[in-house]
Nanobody, 124 residues
Framework: VQLQASGGGSVQAGGSLRLSCTIS????????MGWFRQAPGKEREFVAA????????SSADSVKGRFSISRDNAKNTVYLQMNSLKPEDAAVYYC??????????????????WGQGTLVTVSS
């Protein structure tokens, strides 16, 4: 399976972006999906996850109320809507597949395939 993340860019604090992650090779409905981010000099951290059907989601405390994860299995695409962006949200954002379709794991090693990342910069 291959993942292609897109939608990153440069925004001012308070702005919004929507990231997309499209997979190919297998149906998106085979997987739970997660978004992670990694800022320079920091470890990769969990942002949000969604079960295969979209019924179950989870998100990091740092983004609750500002970010939301969703998916469109017909389009093989998962989304991360990011609102009220802060400078500390700046990072490379990665999407990843989880072979457990009900998982909302926070742990990067629980995920199997990763996209190449898309860069988000937030200016104050």
């Amino acid at each position: 399976v291959q993942l292609q993340a897109s939608g990153g860019g440069s925004v001012q604090a308070g702005g919004s972006l929507r990231l997309s992650c499209t997979i190919s090779g297998r149906p998106l409905s085979s997987y739970a999906m997660g978004w992670f981010r990694q800022a320079p000099g920091k470890e990769r951290e969990f942002v949000a996850a969604i079960s295969w059907s979209g019924t179950l989601t989870s998100s990091a405390d740092s983004v609750k109320g500002r970010f939301s994860i969703s998916r469109d299995n017909a389009k093989n695409t998962v989304y991360l809507q990011m609102n009220s962006l802060k400078p500390e949200d700046a990072a490379v954002y990665y999407c990843a597949t989880n072979n457990n379709p009900y998982s909302r794991s926070l742990i990067p090693s629980d995920y199997d395939s990763w996209g190449q990342g898309t860069l988000v910069t937030v200016s104050s």
